[in-house]
């Protein structure tokens, strides 16, 4: 899977929109991106995943490069409830169906 | 949507016994599942796979001797942490892979709520 770089933190004011970078310049082709995101004291909660198109669904939007190098973590409208911190991983599609995380980005919304 | 289920949200357990945490899948058949431990303000930690009916793998530097995983069905895993001690405190959190739909190619994965542990 490839290694994924993602800021350390980030601050939103309510209501407004968040992007949320991700860097992976190493994935493969192949490699699906997944974005799951974990509130305080609770299990991390999927959130979206794409390969090569943007996606949306009622959480957020995901928006990948024509590269695939990175992607953006779109929150239409940051609400207090999305405070969180946010991972962004790379899963291979093959064999053991793994996800690491890593450090992730804590958004923090401001009210 | 698919639902994982820990029990015990919260333990608190004496030095030198061991302590079970169960992780259920509610509405879909997980042929997979993973072992996860965080500690504060870190990020969660890969300790484990499971199969369901196969040993589980462990991730290097976990005592498979000392986090007892059993996966004997296809909803149901459990973590037996022995001989509890305080180092061994933190938040242990599941997750599951649905074997029987479309979502196990892209990878998607499903997360129980977690168990913390406290060992006094």
């Known amino acids: 899977d490839a290694k994924t770089t993602q800021p350390n933190s980030m601050e939103s004011n309510e209501e407004e929109p968040v992007h949320l970078p991700c860097n992976h310049s190493?994935?493969?082709?192949?490699?699906?991106i997944h974005w799951y995101r974990q509130l305080p004291s609770q299990g991390p909660e999927y959130v979206i995943h794409?390969?090569?198109s943007n996606v949306n669904n009622r959480m957020a939007s995901l928006a990948i490069a024509e590269d695939r190098k990175s992607s953006t973590l779109i929150l239409h409208r940051a609400t207090l409830r999305d405070a969180a911190v946010y991972y962004c991983?790379?899963?291979?599609?093959?064999?053991?169906?793994?996800?690491?995380f890593g450090k992730g980005t804590k958004l923090s919304v401001i009210p | 949507g698919a639902v994982v289920s820990q029990h015990p949200s919260w333990v608190i357990c004496k030095s030198g016994t061991s302590v079970k945490i169960e992780c259920r899948s509610l509405?879909?058949?997980?042929?997979?599942m993973f072992w996860y431990r965080q500690f504060p303000k870190q990020s969660l930690m890969l300790m484990a796979t499971?199969?369901?009916?196969?040993?589980?793998?462990?991730e290097q530097g976990v005592e498979k001797d000392k986090f007892l995983i059993n996966h004997a069905s296809l909803t149901l895993s459990t973590l037996t942490v022995t001989s509890a001690h305080p180092e061994d405190s933190s938040f242990y959190i599941c997750?599951?892979?649905?074997?029987?739909?479309?979502?196990?190619?892209?990878?998607?994965?499903?997360f129980g709520e977690g168990s913390r542990l406290t060992v006094l």
């Open positions: 997750s599951a892979r649905d074997g029987t739909s479309g979502r196990s190619y892209t990878g998607e994965l499903f």
């Open positions: 190493t994935i493969s082709g192949t490699d699906y």
């Open positions: 794409g390969l090569t």
């Open positions: 991983m790379s899963y291979s599609g093959a064999g053991s169906y793994q996800l690491t």
């Open positions: 509405d879909f058949q997980a042929t997979t």
């Open positions: 499971s199969n369901e009916g196969s040993k589980a793998t462990y």
